[in-house]
């Protein structure tokens, strides 16, 4: 899953500039981040449930193999319209591998393991979403967009050769009736759909992010291995607090955690308008990709504790597709805002969602 998503986020981030450099606007880049979740929106639940049943190592190596396909046919295509079928396929194939696979780990790990085990997973995705995008930007600078779409889809081949020494999963006995159970049971449970509900906001914060950097970079006159490196801060400071998250969860509740994550990424956005060179831009990045990076782990932890064990790959799918729909959502949002009132509105309106979002959590129960 790590090195799909070093694949994944220097695709992003090569989508969002390669669509300016063909003349498009913030709005066509909206829509091609949009793209990008399109599909996972409304089948990543139903992905879920087909996880849940067949296991993870056949959906993962098919996405894998899905994901390679896409990066090509960007390579190739160099257009616009090569741009949208490229981030439909490459988009929804991650989100097969991301449901797939967090939900293996949570069943190997096993309850005493979890948090821990998340946290390390959580720490290779900071890893990656730093060297993704500094391989797009600087493969951008260097041998332009075809070969850095093409060295890009070397990764997920290099993915794919780890399964052949992937362990087999214990999945819970099946209950009667979950395979007709509705989807939308999962949000009646309290305590799941209280999960949820951060989840999407943490996500928002989180996508938001590496969604408004190329923009507000390019605007500011940063060359693309500038805002590469402004977007692997981002990755270097969410690594560096999952390395310290073991302590750090020792002596704070979850959603004392989360609360305070999402508060203090509320003032980061609230601060990021007034940073237009690499040298204010960078430190920001890696302090927001800090707190921010706290959340990830924190709230896959309590999925696999509120959700019923034998529909936890549905509830990780449920979390993808409320994510999706905020990737589809709020791209194309932002992107249309942004021409008419500038960056700086989108940056503080986001401030204040995650502001509340974070007094939402902070006065949830620990959970025990």
């Not at 362990?167 to 009736?177: E, N, Y």
């Not at 805002?337 to 979002?357: H, N, Q, R």
Request: glycine content about 12%; proline content about 5%; overall charge positive.
């Amino acid at each position: 899953m790590i090195v799909s998503h070093a694949s994944f986020a220097g695709a992003r981030l090569a989508i969002s500039l390669q669509a300016l450099h063909l003349g498009g606007s913030a709005l066509t880049v909206g829509i091609l981040m949009s793209l990008l979740m399109l599909v996972p929106t409304f089948t990543a639940a139903h992905i879920g449930r087909w996880v849940d049943r067949v296991g993870y190592l056949r959906p993962t190596a098919w996405s894998l193999a899905a994901l390679v396909a896409g990066e090509l046919a960007i390579a190739t295509l160099q257009s616009v319209a090569g741009l949208a079928l490229g981030s439909i396929v490459v988009g929804t194939s991650f989100i097969v591998v991301n449901v797939a696979i967090n939900n293996a780990i949570g069943h190997l790990a096993g309850a005493s393991g979890r948090a821990r085990a998340f946290g390390l997973t959580a720490v290779g995705y900071s890893l990656s979403a730093l060297f993704g995008p500094m391989l797009a930007g600087a493969g951008i600078d260097h041998v332009g967009y075809p070969l850095t779409f093409a060295l890009l889809a070397l990764l997920p081949l290099a993915a794919g050769t780890l399964l052949w020494r992937a362990p087999a999963v214990p999945r819970p006995d099946a209950v009667p009736g979950a395979a007709k159970a509705a989807v939308m049971d999962l949000l009646r449970l309290p305590r799941l759909r209280a999960v949820l509900v951060v989840s999407s906001l943490v996500a928002a914060g989180w996508d938001l992010f590496t969604f408004l950097v190329p923009l507000h970079g390019a605007r500011s006159g940063l060359s693309a291995t500038a805002i590469g490196l402004v977007a692997g801060g981002f990755g270097i400071g969410s690594a560096l607090v999952r390395l310290a998250l073991p302590w750090i969860s020792r002596r704070v509740t979850e959603w004392r955690l989360i609360g305070i994550a999402l508060a203090l990424s509320a003032l980061g956005y609230l601060a990021f308008p007034f940073c237009r060179t690499l040298g204010t831009m960078l430190p920001l990045a890696v302090v927001v990709g800090a707190v921010l990076g706290c959340g990830q782990p924190v709230v896959m932890s309590l999925l696999h504790v509120t959700a019923p064990p034998e529909r936890t790959g549905e509830a990780v799918g449920l979390r993808m597709a409320m994510i999706g729909l905020g990737q589809t959502v709020l791209p194309l949002a932002v992107g249309a805002f942004s021409s008419a009132l500038g960056l700086a509105p989108l940056f503080w309106g986001i401030a204040a969602l995650l502001g509340v979002g974070g007094a939402y959590a902070g006065r949830r129960q620990p959970v025990k």
